[in-house]
């Protein structure tokens, strides 16, 4: 029985969780941790650079 068990644990690992246990933890129990204790998402740290004004001052200085 425990060997059925086991082939069927094994089958649902591998078709459900293709990254592993620990490639799920590491992209899904954040936002499930997060999600428990109602905190709101982390906020971005670094503007995106096509919208970064120094960035957009930057070419058009560079491409005159």
């Not at 690992?13 to 933890?25: K, N, Q, R, S, Y």
């Not at 997060?34 to 960035?55: A, C, S």
């Amino acid at each position: 029985m425990w060997l059925f068990f086991q082939g069927a644990l094994f089958l649902l690992v591998v078709t459900a969780l293709p990254d592993g246990i620990v490639g799920w933890l590491r992209k899904q129990a954040p936002d499930g941790v997060r999600w428990l204790f109602g905190k709101p998402e982390p906020l971005m740290t670094y503007p995106q650079v096509e919208l970064d004004p120094d960035v957009q001052q930057e070419r058009k200085e560079v491409s005159k």
